[in-house]
């Protein structure tokens, strides 16, 4: 196998990780704070942040890599505007995602000091974000699928 078609089978089971942990994160936070046991949410509040630095992180990484070796390879692809659409859209996702891991690192400080008013806060505003970023991500892949002629 060639340099640019491994670099491209990172990219795409990167991507699948971040997606699959992304939507495994937020169901079991989201199922942890409806089910009202502050224990449950204790414990899924510590292990959503483990899961977003052990997978999501590395995942992104080995995404940004894989795409920069890609580039490298053919640089003249940023020229396609399908790919600038994609550049952005993962630039927005980034921003959405950093006030999310900051949001988790307050939820599991607020499920242990029983703060139910502080978890239904940052819940909100943690669904907000989840919200806009979910759509965005799944525009990012049908980007990089399809690449449209935009």
Not at 64 to 84: D, F, R, V
């Amino acid at each position: 196998m060639n340099t640019y078609l491994t670099l491209k089978a990172l990219h795409v089971l990167s991507a699948m990780v971040v997606l699959g942990t992304g939507i495994g994160i937020a169901w079991y936070t989201l199922r942890g704070w409806l089910s009202g046991d502050l224990q449950v949410f204790r414990w899924i509040s510590r292990e959503t942040v483990a899961a977003d630095w052990i997978f999501t992180s590395s995942a992104i990484v080995t995404l940004l890599g894989s795409a920069a070796g890609m580039l490298a390879i053919n640089p003249g692809w940023l020229q396609q505007p399908w790919l600038q659409m994609a550049i952005a859209l993962t630039g927005a996702v980034f921003l959405l995602w950093l006030p999310v891991v900051f949001l988790q690192y307050r939820l599991r400080l607020h499920a242990h000091e029983a703060s139910e008013r502080e978890i239904h806060r940052a819940m909100k505003i943690w669904c907000t974000l989840g919200a806009i970023a979910f759509p965005l991500m799944i525009a990012i892949v049908y980007l990089m699928v399809v690449k449209p002629g935009i």
